[in-house]
């Protein structure tokens, strides 16, 4: 890994539905930038209705990396985020050219920033064994069986979150020590100096609006299709990664009959608007988060002018 002291970066960051794709495209017009994406459902393939992806002129455009990068029933992590940015940015860098990571998983950015866990590789046949446990008892029961092993984590995890619940179990099985004691153990994966910029929509209602227009254009555009496709792709099980994306993992259950088209799209308002919220209680609690109201018209202006005033020092 990279270990370069002159590795500087953009972090742009926002919850879901704020312009952050608008955002990076103004600011190609301003600076030699390479887009970096920081979204964990961005990566998948043929996913592009669903995901808000940048459309192909976009991308043809202001080319961004690590999207498309992998099939809707592969997995992708955190750790191979770390290793596939840590990758590209000493080669931007020394290119001249300043990398902007964007998105809004979370968790991706405090994973490059802040260090990640030496935690074990995934175990298919371990993971197919919780699976099968979790079908007869059900999650909640292994969300149990974890706060025996792991109680920190356990605790800031919801009864039904199947992903993370699994992946905590299978690292205190694999390793013998709870995953929040193994976090503790981090370093980041490269070393860099990071602007961070966080989008954040001053009037919620607004945003809430946004989320409601944007999921209504993406049916217009064929969501339910797209859902039906990727859920009838060799590899893809409900488990998959990508079917557990916000606005997928709402519409399965109609693309099966169910549910009722109606029913569908208010889950996913509802799933979509608390994924933004949490992400802006992650970013509120960011250190030298630069914010800017990303419902000003002069939004892209303003970050253009914190990335100048960084450039400087």
Known sequence: MAESAAIRAVCIMGPTAAGKTRTVMELAERFAIDVISVDSALVYRGMDIGTAKPSPAELRRVPHRLIDICAPHEAYSAGAFCRDVAALLPGSCAAGRLPVLAGGTMLYFQALQQGLADLPAADPKLRAELDSRAAEHGWPALHAELQQLDAATAARLRPNDAQRIQRALEVCLLAGEPMSVLQQQTRPPVRAEYLNIGL???????????IEARLEAMLAGGLIDEVARIAGLPGVTDASP???AVGYRQFLPHVRGEISR?????????????????????LRSWPDLHVVDSLNADCGEQVANLIREWQQC
């Open 242 to 244: 990508a079917l557990r």
């Open 200 to 210: 954040l929509p001053a009037d919620r209602a607004v945003l809430h609006a946004r």
């Open 262 to 282: 109606e029913e569908a799209f208010a889950k996913a308002v509802v799933a979509t608007r608390r994924l933004a919220k949490r992400q802006m209680t992650w």
